[in-house]
C-alpha cells in the first residue's frame, strides 16, 4: 500500500515505521522542520525497541502532502487541535479509493475530517499502541508494542465500506498492529475517551507514569470517577458503552503500558499546547448538554489547562498540524 501518516510525532512515527517495516511505501507528513530533516539525514525513521534495540527504518518525511501519489491508506495522528488544518492539507491528495483513518485521541476529529474529505473515506478509531519520542526523527516504542499486546479498533463507517476497512485492520494487524474492526465509529471513539481522558489528564496534573497513576489508591478512584462520567455522558448521546467491558480493556491496557509517560503529560512539562479541550473538557461540555453533569472531568481539565499559561482551552484551531 501507498501509505501517509499525518504527524511525525511519537505515535505516527512508530505507525509509520512498523507500516515500513510491513513493506508498505510510507511517508510521514509533518510541518515540523526537524523531524523532516531529522529523517532526511539519517536515511530514515530512528525506532528504539524497550530492549534497546536501534535501527533505522527506510521511509520518507516531507512538509506537505505535495507529490504524494495516489494514496491507498492515510492515519491521521496529529493532535486533535490540527486536526481541521491537517483535512485541509489532505484535500488534494487522496482519491476515491482512498481511506482515512483517524487514531487520534479527542471527540470530533472524524467530524472534522469528513467535513473536508467526506464522511464516506474516513474511519474513526483508537488504539492502545504506546510511543515515545526522544528526538525528532526517532520514536521508541513501549513493552506492550513492542510485544504485539495492543489493540488497534476501527469503526466502520457503514453500508459497503465495512469490507474496505477489514482490508486497512488485515494490513495493520500483518504488520504487528493488532488490528478489530467494530460496527460502530462512535463506540470506537468514546472507548478510546473512556481510555485516554481520564489517564492523561491526571497524569498531566502529577507528572506522573501511567504506572504510578494506575498503582496508587487515590489516583485509581479518581480514573474510576472521570471513567464513570465519560461512560455516562457516551449513553446519552446514544453510544452504547458497556462500562464492565470498557473499564475491563481501559484495566488491561494501563497494567500493560507500565512506566510511560502519557503525551498530555510531556505536553504540560514541555509547556506545550495540550489537547484537553477535545478530552476532558469536552466530555463536560457535551454533559451540560445532555443533561448529565461532569464536574470531575471539568475540575481536572481545567486543571490541566492552567498547567499551560498563555496556552488556554479555547478550542481554536491550530496554524499548523503537528504531530502526537
Known amino acids: 500500500m501507498r501509505i501517509a501518516v499525518m504527524g511525525a510525532g511519537a505515535m505516527g512515527s512508530a505507525f509509520g515505521a512498523y507500516l515500513a517495516l510491513g513493506g508498505h511505501e510510507v511517508t ?3 510541518v515540523r522542520k526537524e523531524c ?5 539525514s539519517q536515511g530514515g525513521l530512528v525506532l528504539e525497541r524497550p530492549d534497546g534495540d536501534e535501527r533505522v527504518v527506510p521511509l520518507r518525511a516531507q512538509a506537505s502532502t505535495e ?20 483535512a485541509r492539507m489532505l484535500a488534494g491528495a487522496v482519491s476515491p479509493g482512498t481511506w482515512v483513518v483517524t487514531l487520534q485521541n479527542g471527540i470530533g476529529n472524524d467530524r472534522a475530517l469528513a467535513a473536508v474529505l467526506g464522511p464516506e473515506r474516513v474511519v474513526a478509531g483508537t488504539t492502545t499502541v504506546g510511543a515515545e519520542q526522544p528526538r525528532p526523527g526517532a ?81 485509581r478512584t479518581l480514573l474510576r470517577e472521570l471513567f464513570d462520567e465519560i461512560v455516562a455522558v457516551a449513553r446519552a448521546t446514544s453510544v452504547p458503552l458497556d462500562p464492565a467491558t470498557v473499564w475491563g480493556y481501559c484495566e488491561h491496557t494501563w497494567q500493560t503500558v507500565g512506566p510511560h509517560m502519557t503525551s498530555m503529560a510531556v505536553d504540560v512539562r514541555n509547556g506545550r499546547r495540550t489537547e484537553i479541550d477535545a478530552l476532558n473538557l469536552e466530555v463536560a461540555r457535551l454533559g451540560d448538554e445532555v443533561g448529565v453533569p461532569a464536574p470531575a472531568n471539568r475540575a481536572v481539565g481545567l486543571l490541566v489547562a492552567a498547567l499551560a499559561p ?10 499548523l498540524p503537528n504531530g502526537r
Open 28 to 30: 510521514l507528513v509533518d
Open 36 to 40: 523532516v530533516d531529522a529523517v532526511a
Open 67 to 86: 507529490d504524494l501519489g495516489p494514496l491507498d491508506l492515510v492515519i491521521v495522528l496529529t493532535k486533535a487541535y490540527a486536526t481541521a488544518d491537517a
Open 139 to 219: 520514536t521508541r516504542v513501549a513493552p506492550s508494542t513492542a510485544s504485539g499486546d495492543t489493540v488497534t479498533y476501527l469503526g466502520a463507517p457503514g453500508g459497503d465500506a465495512a469490507g474496505g476497512v477489514a482490508e486497512v485492520a488485515e494490513v495493520l494487524t500483518a504488520a504487528g498492529l493488532p488490528t478489530v474492526v467494530l460496527p460502530s465509529a462512535g463506540e470506537a471513539v468514546w472507548t478510546k475517551v473512556a481510555l485516554a481522558a481520564p489517564m492523561a489528564s491526571i497524569s498531566a496534573v502529577l507528572g506522573w507514569t501511567v504506572s504510578g497513576v494506575y498503582e496508587n489508591p487515590s489516583t
Open 310 to 319: 498563555g496556552l488556554p482551552a479555547s478550542g481554536a484551531p491550530a496554524t
